[in-house]
């Protein structure tokens, strides 16, 4: 690859980066605040205690935040999502309470002593 279809490449990759940030951020945040999403999302894992850094439970417990405020965001504006459907984030949702779920139990299965 020479440096001119580099650049080609590169700018049809950003080009196409911030369509799809865009159509996301519609989705995530208002128009008044396309960070509005990340502010409420650092007041909740504030709030409720979810480091991400800490374990792979809070991991899954910042994404189901993140699901739960992107649904209440679109409910709230009364908008059509751009990207993934409200049934697709609502299942996302559960999905990641069950990997929440599957992380508890294997952290007691494994401060348990062996039987």
Request: charged share 30%; glycine share 4%.
């Amino acid at each position: 690859m020479n440096r001119a279809e580099l650049i080609r490449q590169m700018g049809e990759t950003t080009e196409a980066r911030m369509k799809l940030m865009g159509g996301k951020s519609d989705d995530y945040a208002s128009q008044e605040d396309t960070l509005s999403n990340f502010k409420r999302m650092n007041v909740l894992c504030k709030t409720l205690d979810v480091d991400p850094r800490r374990s792979a439970f809070d991991c899954a417990m910042f994404l189901e935040l993140l699901k739960t405020d992107r649904i209440c965001n679109l409910h709230k504006k009364g908008t059509t999502p751009k990207n993934e459907s409200v049934r697709d984030t609502v299942m996302d949702k559960h999905n990641y309470l069950d990997i929440a779920y599957a992380l508890l139990e294997e952290e007691a299965k494994a401060t348990q002593p062996n039987q």
